[in-house]
């Protein structure tokens, strides 16, 4: 079960990267689109608005890539929050059912929470 924990870390930092990539292509595109807007009204619009979607794309990734981190090094932490995260991500049809299904059937596991009893440094 290891191994699907790792696996599971590793999906989870993909898909935060993915959500921090497309904040960057919301961003550029905003900035691009308010630079032929015609006007400076629309220029401070789509760059205001382009900016505000952009950063809250990026705080909704940023746990994810937490998440991973922590599913990597096994913290017990990481099993609570990625429980939490994949019951947000099954709505996100369909990446994020197929990755919040197989977090959940890897962390409510017997054998998945077996990997995170506490441990001693």
């Known amino acids: 079960m290891s191994t699907h924990v790792r696996i599971l870390g590793w999906l989870h930092l993909i898909y935060g990267a993915l959500g921090l990539c497309m904040a960057f292509l919301v961003f550029a595109g905003s900035m691009v689109g308010a630079l032929f807007s015609g006007s400076v009204m629309g220029m401070l619009g789509a760059g205001f608005g382009g900016a505000f979607a952009a950063a809250f794309i990026a705080l909704l990734s940023l ?59």
């Open 63 to 121: 746990p994810g890539l937490v998440a991973g981190y922590g599913l990597l090094k096994f913290r017990p932490w990481a099993r609570t929050l990625t429980i939490v995260l994949a019951v947000f991500e099954l709505i996100r049809f369909p990446l994020g059912t197929i990755l919040g299904v197989y977090s959940l059937w890897v962390l409510l596991s017997s054998e998945g929470a077996a990997q995170f009893q506490a441990q001693t440094y």
